[in-house]
């Protein structure tokens, strides 16, 4: 079975600051990482992926994660938090591509002015 | 990009009535699509895989006789929820992953049930 952990329920970071947000997975097989963002009360909308290519993977709206077998983690950063990125992060693991997508918990990131 | 809709995007019934929330791939076609239930404040838990031309496949403890899936097309899937009760009020997203070449979930806007 697998799993996500995202460590920290509420991220708040100042405007122009390093964003951070974690998540460790537990997968038998070699897993598909994904990073999703949602905004209230809309769907999801894909940030980047991993599928076993490289292992820095650069999505959008400035946002990369890097895949760490040995840690079983795939960070979520960014160089510099704008007001915008206000929303929620879920990170999600799947065993194969295409497939049913397991969730965290989410992680809600505030950008304080 | 892949494009999938939802409808409706809200719906507020009587407790005992079904309702039907539709999950539509508008520019690509998708023999699986899943549905999620997510609760305020919660992350998004899957409720079934929805299979063109076969039975959907439902998580453990989803009740089939109460959320009727359908996927009666290549591009829409259809949820039902029977007999909805309060506690069903929730936000629905459905998603489906693209084949061409990607491979990526793509999801919906979401459908917000909520049942008086």
């Known amino acids: 079975a697998q799993s996500v952990t995202q460590l920290g329920s509420h991220v708040s970071v100042s405007e122009g600051a390093l964003v951070l947000l974690r998540c460790n997975y537990s997968?038998?097989?070699?897993?598909?990482l994904f990073w999703y963002v949602q905004y209230p009360n809309q769907g999801l909308q894909l940030l980047l992926k991993?599928?076993?290519?490289?292992?820095l993977v650069k999505g959008i709206n400035g946002f990369e994660a890097e895949f760490k077998k040995s840690e079983t983690s795939f960070h979520l950063t960014k160089p510099s938090a704008h007001m915008s990125d206000a929303a929620e992060y879920f990170c999600?693991?799947?065993?194969?591509?295409?497939?049913?997508?397991?969730f965290g918990q989410g992680t809600r990131l505030t950008i304080n002015p | 990009g892949a494009v999938v809709s939802q409808h409706p995007s809200w719906v507020i019934c009587k407790s005992g009535t079904s309702v039907k929330i539709e999950c539509r791939s508008l520019d690509f076609q998708a023999t699986t699509m899943f549905w999620y239930r997510q609760f305020p404040k919660q992350s998004l838990m899957l409720m079934a895989t929805s299979n063109e031309g076969s039975k959907a496949t439902y998580e453990q403890g989803v009740e089939k006789d109460k959320f009727l899936i359908n996927h009666a097309s290549l591009t829409l899937s259809t949820l039902t929820v029977t007999s909805a009760h309060p506690e069903d009020s929730s936000f629905y997203i459905c998603?489906?992953?693209?084949?061409?070449?990607?491979?990526?979930?793509?999801f919906g806007p979401g459908t917000r049930l909520t049942v008086l």
């Open positions: 991993y599928t076993s290519a490289a292992t």
């Open positions: 997968s038998s097989v070699p897993p598909y």
């Open positions: 999600a693991v799947s065993e194969r591509r295409a497939q049913k997508l397991v």
């Open positions: 998603s489906a992953p693209d084949r061409g070449g990607t491979d990526t979930q793509y």
